[in-house]
């Protein structure tokens, strides 16, 4: 079955500080990895996405991942936090070969870390 | 943005209203999916529509009623709300559907509905 934690529910960092978000997987194939990013009241943007090429995965705004299969994380980083950056981010697992189950259908989203940032 | 376009963006309505939530994909894609998002809460599928082919999770209730008339439309038909289905509703899109063994399962999301049952 898959899984997915994300390690902390609320980060506060300074403004042009570095900015990590912790995510750890469990997945019985290779699985796709994905970050989302959502700001109040809006949609899910997708901010980048791991699928078995290089494990580092550069994104959007600044951001990237580094996929880590012995510690089965894929953690979120950006060098320089900015204020718009402030927002709530789900990491999510996906096999694509997996059709749909229960609630969550292929797509595993993690609880999501809501990211503060301090002037 | 995204070209996922859902509307209206706020709906406000009453236990006993019939409305219907709107969703239009842009992007050429072959699966849409309604999500549910409540507060504090992780992100519920509700419906696929996946090359003309519906799944839905059991656990949702018969109040909601999806129609998919093309693969570019999606609607979540809702009546007889109630006041626990308060949420944003999120429409995606992916362009391969899940389980045919394409790579790009990822969703595009639309803005939302925020739905309040009153």
């Known amino acids: 079955a898959q899984s997915v934690t994300q390690l902390d529910s609320h980060v506060s960092v300074s403004e042009g500080t570095p900015v990590l978000l912790r995510c750890n997987y469990s997945s019985s194939y290779s699985p796709s990895l994905f970050w989302y990013v959502q700001h109040p009241n809006k949609g899910l943007q997708l901010l980048l996405k791991?699928?078995?090429?290089?494990?580092l995965v550069k994104g959007i705004n600044g951001f990237e991942a580094e996929f880590k299969k012995s510690e089965t994380s894929f953690h979120l980083t950006k060098p320089s936090a900015h204020m718009s950056d402030a927002a709530e981010y789900f990491c999510?697992?996906?096999?694509?070969?997996?059709?749909?189950?229960?609630?969550?259908?292929?797509?595993?989203f993690g609880k999501g870390t809501k990211l503060s940032v301090k002037p | 943005e995204t070209g996922v376009t859902q509307t209206p963006r706020h709906l406000v309505m009453g236990m006993t209203n019939k409305k219907s939530l709107k969703c239009e994909q842009h992007?050429?894609?072959?699966?849409m999916y309604w999500y549910k998002q409540s507060a504090k809460k992780p992100l519920e599928l509700m419906f696929v529509?996946?090359?003309?082919?519906?799944?839905e999770n059991n656990s949702v209730p018969s109040r909601f009623s999806p129609e998919c008339p093309n693969s570019s439309h999606l609607f979540l038909h809702l009546h007889t709300l109630q006041p626990e289905d308060s949420a944003l509703y999120l429409c995606?899109?992916?362009?391969?559907?899940?389980?045919?063994?394409?790579?790009?399962?990822?969703?595009?999301f639309g803005q939302g509905t925020r739905l309040t049952v009153v």
């Open positions: 529509y996946s090359l003309e082919e519906r799944v």
């Open positions: 995606a899109s992916s362009q391969d559907p899940p389980g045919q063994g394409g790579e790009n399962t990822e969703a595009f």
């Open positions: 992007l050429g894609h072959n699966a």
């Open positions: 791991y699928t078995s090429a290089a494990t």
């Open positions: 999510v697992v996906s096999d694509h070969r997996r059709r749909y189950g229960g609630s969550q259908g292929n797509l595993i």
